[in-house]
């Protein structure tokens, strides 16, 4: 019988995962562009990791594509 193995991977090698500073530094600017209105941070976190996730995922598909 075979055991299952969790493996967590650091957060940094998820594939199409951008890192906290990258998603810090989107999160700000969409809160400077909302004309710096305090009090949706979580709103401005998720939709940066929205953003960069789909940044990421765009250029690896791009890279993908070189390779085949």
């Known amino acids: ?3 299952s193995v969790k493996t967590e991977l650091p ?9 906290e500073t990258s998603i810090a530094a ?3 600017e ?16 998720l ?3 929205r953003d960069l996730s789909i940044s990421v995922g765009s250029k690896n598909d791009k890279n993908l594509l070189r390779v085949i």
Do not use: T
Not at 30 to 45: E, K, Q
């Open 1 to 3: 019988m075979l055991s």
């Open 11 to 19: 957060p940094s090698s998820v594939p199409n995962q951008p890192d």
């Open 26 to 28: 989107r999160a700000y």
């Open 30 to 45: 969409i809160y400077a562009s909302n004309g710096r209105v305090d009090g949706d941070d979580l709103g401005d976190w």
């Open 47 to 49: 939709q940066a990791e």
